[in-house]
């Protein structure tokens, strides 16, 4: 049985830094480097050394199995330097322990049953969020919701496969073959809920697309800018300045928006490099969640644009033309008029998205596909089938459910699952 060491913390510089240890050699190595003798749950302060180093850090001891990985577990906080750091776990390895792998510490927690797999992965979601919506389903999803629903789900499709079954085995037994079409399809609803929200659970992930698209000197760049609140992309008064595709990230009202400026569309390109940049334009408001289609108030020219895709309207310099037509919104890059109007009408669109009712969103691509492997299963089951292929096909669609719900995963697919996680998670 080995005992692992990695650093909790991030790379780089900090007020504290932690070394964790598990396993059953954790204690013995850490006598070997701390000066004081520990208390269970209790954190000890005293010197930890190695090599031509010292500290003074603080370190707690978690006796098997009330620690995060069910092992035991020791906690070295010492100052935060990189190096510092680095050095106590080289001296932990000196002393017997063995480097971590990406995400052992949770995989040992799932393994020890400290927690599910589902509450692994979304551990991830947790550490990864960037948005209050991304922070509350993360949040959602680390209760245990997701669990707790498909833990139901699968014991619907193991007690439908029990009935099937049983009269497969004693057939002369029961009078006729009734096939529990009710709990598959309470099984298949569930599923085709959540999977509802997986459109939802990627914007709340990775934010809204949202292009700016427009003719040239239309004042994209500026609207862009008004935006994000910087001056991040350059703003002429010649026609062409935006050449290439420029990002940024902002969140408004908890939800995350990708905000992407492009260059202006137009036809009679001169240069090789404008001609370029309105090809990525148009590639980059195909792949958009929403069009931000900018016009100049004052020329009211539009771009061509496909009406199929959710998209706002701009008349931009309204402080030079005040009156604009009726299917867009007034707006001022210069002095800031109805910025947030936008804004908001963004964060609208996104959450039209969010089905209804108070489920929570999947936001892992690796499960969403998984459940739709399930659905495509169940949804096939008819009652006039041989009951040994409608119990086969349950048997299938709760193998595809075992690998989100950890009843049914193998050594690669945990591997996967935790290649993801950092060093030392
Ligand atoms: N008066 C006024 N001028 C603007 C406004 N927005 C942009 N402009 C001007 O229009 C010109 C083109 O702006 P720019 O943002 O580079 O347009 P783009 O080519 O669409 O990116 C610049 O001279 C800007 O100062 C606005 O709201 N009001
Ligand atoms: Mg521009």
């Known amino acids: 049985m080995k005992t692992i060491v990695g650093i909790a913390t991030p790379v780089g510089f900090g007020g504290v830094g932690i070394v964790r240890l598990s ?28 090599k031509n180093f010292t500290d003074t850090a603080l370190v707690i001891y978690f006796p098997a199995p009330h620690s995060f990985t069910g092992e035991d577990v020791v906690e070295i906080q010492a100052h935060g330097g990189w190096h510092l750091v680095n050095r106590i776990m080289q001296t932990a390895i000196q002393c017997g322990a063995t480097p971590a792998e990406p995400g052992e510490f949770t995989r040992l927690a799932v393994m020890n049953n400290k ?75 569930i599923i085709d809920d959540l999977l509802s ?15 700016i698209i427009g003719c040239p000197n239309a004042g994209k760049s500026s609207l862009f800018n008004a935006l994000v609140g910087d001056n991040r992309s350059i703003v002429t008064d010649i026609a062409g300045t935006t050449t290439d595709v420029i990002a940024e990230k902002i969140t408004y009202q908890g939800i995350k928006i990708n905000l992407i400026d492009t260059a202006g569309i137009h036809d009679d390109v001169t240069s090789a490099i404008e001609e370029q940049g309105i090809a990525r334009a148009k590639n980059m408001l195909q792949n958009a969640d929403i069009l931000l289609v900018v016009v100049d108030a004052t020329t009211r020219v539009m771009v061509d644009f496909p009406h199929d895709k959710q998209h706002l309207i701009i008349y931009n310099k309204s402080d030079l033309c005040p009156n604009t037509p009726p299917d867009g919104i007034a707006v001022s890059a210069k002095t800031g008029q109805n910025i947030n109007l936008i804004l908001a009408k963004i964060v609208e669109m996104a959450t039209r998205t969010a089905p209804v009712g108070n489920l929570v969103n999947l936001t892992n691509e690796r499960q969403a596909n998984l459940l739709r492997e399930a659905q495509t299963l169940l949804a096939a089951i008819n009652s006039n089938e041989p009951l040994d292929k409608i119990s086969a096909n349950i048997t299938l669609a709760l193998s595809y459910i075992g690998k989100i719900t950890g009843t049914d995963v193998d050594e690669r697919t945990l591997d996967e699952i935790f290649s993801k996680f950092c060093l030392g998670k």
């Open 23 to 50: 396993g059953v050699n954790a204690l013995g190595i850490v006598f070997q480097m701390f000066n004081r003798p520990l208390k269970p749950r209790y954190a000890t302060l005293g010197t930890i050394s190695g």
């Open 115 to 189: 927690m599910t797999l589902t509450q692994a992965e979304s551990t991830l979601d947790l550490i990864n969020a960037e948005s209050d919506a991304e922070l509350q389903n993360a949040s959602r999803l680390m209760s245990g919701e997701l669990q707790t629903l498909l833990s139901g789900l699968e014991n619907n499709l193991v007690e439908a496969r029990a009935q099937i079954d049983a009269y497969l085995d004693y057939p002369e037994d029961l009078d006729s073959p009734t096939i529990p079409m009710k709990q598959i399809n309470q099984a298949k609803n």
């Open 197 to 211: 929200t997986a459109k939802h659970g990627q914007i709340i992930k990775n934010g809204i697309n949202v292009c």
